[in-house]
Nanobody, 121 residues
Framework: VQLQASGGGLVQAGGSLRLSCAAS????????MGWFRQAPGKEREFVAL????????YYADSVKGRFTSSRDNAKNLVYLQMNSLKPEDTAVYYC???????????????WGQGTLVTVSS
């Protein structure tokens, strides 16, 4: 199983980025996909998740209304659209795959390598 996150970069506060995560080696349409992030010196934290069909999503309070997750099961891709970015959104962002619609890290069996998002003030 491989999860490849991409789309990170440097953006000014108030800007937008779209992260992508390409999955291979698994039946993608059967998995819940989660997004987590880890800022320097902090624990990895939940950001967003989307169920296997794409019909349900859930977000951390800190990103609700600014971030949107979507997926394309035909292309084995999941996305995280990030708008109105803030300096506190700076982190390495990880995608993960699991069977449980959950916010805990242990809910996910497979993890990508992460992509760095830096938001300047």
């Amino acid at each position: 199983v491989q999860l490849q996150a991409s789309g990170g970069g440097l953006v000014q506060a108030g800007g937008s980025l779209r992260l992508s995560c390409a999955a291979s080696g698994l039946t993608f349409s059967s998995y819940v996909m989660g997004w987590f992030r880890q800022a320097p010196g902090k624990e990895r934290e939940f950001v967003a998740l989307i169920n296997s069909s794409g019909g349900s999503t859930y977000y951390a309070d800190s990103v609700k209304g600014r971030f949107t997750s979507s997926r394309d099961n035909a292309k084995n891709l999941v996305y995280l659209q990030m708008n109105s970015l803030k300096p506190e959104d700076t982190a390495v962002y990880y995608c993960a795959a699991g069977y449980v619609f959950g916010v805990m890290r242990h809910s996910y069996s497979y993890w990508g390598q992460g992509t760095l998002v830096t938001v300047s003030s």
